[in-house]
């Protein structure tokens, strides 16, 4: 069975600080991970990941994939309170069974002012 | 405003009942998702839809069903309602092609009493 753990659980910062988010995965035939960000709504999507090692970076945020070791990060430097959410980490499998994802249960992140 | 309509945002029903639950995709997106988010279990993927057929099946219980009408919106049917059903109910639609990103609506909540 397909599986994605995150790692932390909760994270408090201050804003200004920079944090690092991780996601390690099992799947069976990886297509691609993909990374959201839930605040009191529905996830919305920030990065998809297929290639090892390229990173991809919109703002400050980044994030960058190791199919080797099996895990991704996502980075966010200088942290406002507008970061404050949940970030949830998801795998997809190849195309016959693409739809499938799997999430992992997230990391609540905390930006105090 | 992620162009996912779901209807209707909140509902309160009795066990043994049945409910429907509705999701219009985006312009242009041919798959529909469905995701069932409750506190102790995460985002879990319950079924895909792609252009009217089932395409991905994931833990979906026998008393849920669901389909995708040829203008592509798309009905989760929730029957024989047991308390533990009462969870947040995401729909998400993604672009046709190999782009695995999902845009999601912004859920109805069930609550069963």
């Known amino acids: 069975e397909d599986k994605v753990v995150q790692s932390p659980l909760s994270l408090v910062v201050h804003e200004g600080d920079t944090v690092t988010l991780n996601c390690s995965y099992e799947v069976t035939n990886f297509r691609s991970l993909l990374w959201y960000k839930q605040e009191k709504k529905a996830p919305t999507f920030l990065f998809m990941l297929t290639s090892s090692g390229i990173e991809k970076k919109s703002g400050r945020l980044s994030s960058i994939l190791d199919k080797k070791e099996l895990f991704s990060i996502l980075n966010i430097t200088a942290t406002q309170t507008g970061d404050s959410a949940v970030y949830l980490c998801?795998?997809?499998?190849?195309?016959?069974?693409?739809?499938?994802?799997?999430f992992g249960d997230g990391t609540t992140l905390t930006v105090k002012p | 405003d992620s162009g996912v309509t779901q209807t209707p945002k909140h509902l309160i029903t009795a066990t043994g009942q049945r409910v429907t639950l509705r999701c219009s995709p985006r312009s242009g997106d041919l798959s529909v998702y469905w995701y069932q988010q409750s506190l102790d279990q995460g985002l879990q993927f319950l079924i895909q839809?792609?252009?009217?057929?089932?395409?991905a099946k994931g833990n979906i219980l026998e008393r849920f069903s669901a389909q995708q009408f040829p203008d592509l919106h798309s009905e989760l049917n929730l029957s024989s309602l047991e308390l533990g059903d009462s969870a947040l109910y995401f729909c998400?639609?993604?672009?046709?092609?190999?782009?695995?990103?999902?845009?999601f609506g912004p859920g109805t909540r069930l609550t069963v009493t």
């Open positions: 998801a795998v997809s499998p190849l195309w016959a069974n693409a739809g499938k994802s799997t």
């Open positions: 839809y792609y252009n009217g057929e089932e395409r």
């Open positions: 998400a639609s993604s672009a046709p092609g190999e782009s695995y990103e999902q845009y």
